[in-house]
């Protein structure tokens, strides 16, 4: 059963999962950011425990292969470093599925931050949408949005 398992993930299965597995959260950012669905099953730690056990998997199968994980380190060392760790379509996957942890995170709090301003939820969903395609401009447009809801600019919180 195992072995079945095993083989039936390859990278780029697991891509594949891994891409369409989160869009059911973002949806639920999106349409329902107010639900009790959002609540337990979104903002909460459910698509981490999924997402971490995908990268474990990614790193279990890393092992098996001989990956050189001290050659990660490479990574700060320069632009020509970095693109040469994004030859390996494991690291690749590491990375992809670290991004869309991150950015279905920061989804989360977005959603969780707008209750607190009661930000209108059509309003809220263009930053949700930038969001999950470039993370960090979508914080931004959300920062922005939120200023004329709290009616004041707070650098931390």
């Known amino acids: 059963m195992i072995e079945q398992i095993y083989t039936f993930f390859t990278i780029e299965t697991l891509y594949m999962w891994i891409n369409i597995g989160v869009l059911p959260f973002w949806f639920i950012l999106i349409f329902f950011p107010q639900s009790h669905i959002s609540r337990f099953f979104v903002t909460s730690i459910f698509p981490f425990f999924l997402l971490s056990g995908a990268y474990l998997f990614i790193l279990?199968?890393?092992f098996l292969v001989g990956y050189d994980f001290d050659g990660n380190f490479n990574l700060y060392l320069g632009l020509n470093e970095l693109s040469r760790l994004f030859e390996d379509n494991l690291y690749v996957m590491m990375f992809w599925t670290h991004f869309v942890?991150?950015?279905?995170?920061?989804?989360?709090?977005?959603?969780?931050?707008?209750?607190?301003?009661l930000i209108n939820k059509v309003l809220l969903?263009?930053?949700l949408i930038i969001t999950y395609l470039i993370g960090p401009i979508g914080?931004?447009?959300?920062?922005?949005?939120?200023i004329f809801y709290a009616k004041r600019i707070n650098l931390y919180e």
């Open 101 to 117: 942890a991150i950015n279905l995170f920061l989804g989360g709090w977005i959603v969780k931050d707008a209750q607190k301003f």
């Open 125 to 127: 969903s263009i930053p």
């Open 60 to 62: 279990y199968k890393s």
């Open 139 to 146: 914080l931004f447009i959300y920062w922005i949005i939120r």
